[in-house]
């Protein structure tokens, strides 16, 4: 039977699934929740770069400016 969230298969070196085992083990967790929680904590992090990166580019004593009152009409 399918399953609604797609899977993903992914490689790793003996120690870093060493590693990760230690961790799952240590936090009462099975391998596959740790990855995926892992994986959420990256995503969130590359998120917040790519965002504060637009918005240093965006923060810029050129760009044109609107009071918050006028933005919401």
Do not use: G
């Amino acid at each position: 039977m399918p399953t609604k969230n797609p899977r993903i298969n992914i490689t790793l070196e003996e120690s870093q699934a060493h590693l990760l085992s230690f961790i799952a083990k240590e936090e009462h967790k099975s391998l596959s929740n740790l990855a995926k929680e892992l994986i959420l904590e990256a995503l969130e992090r590359r998120e917040d770069k790519f965002l504060s990166l637009l918005a240093e580019k965006r923060d810029n004593v050129k760009t044109k400016r609107v009071k918050h009152q006028d933005a919401w009409k």
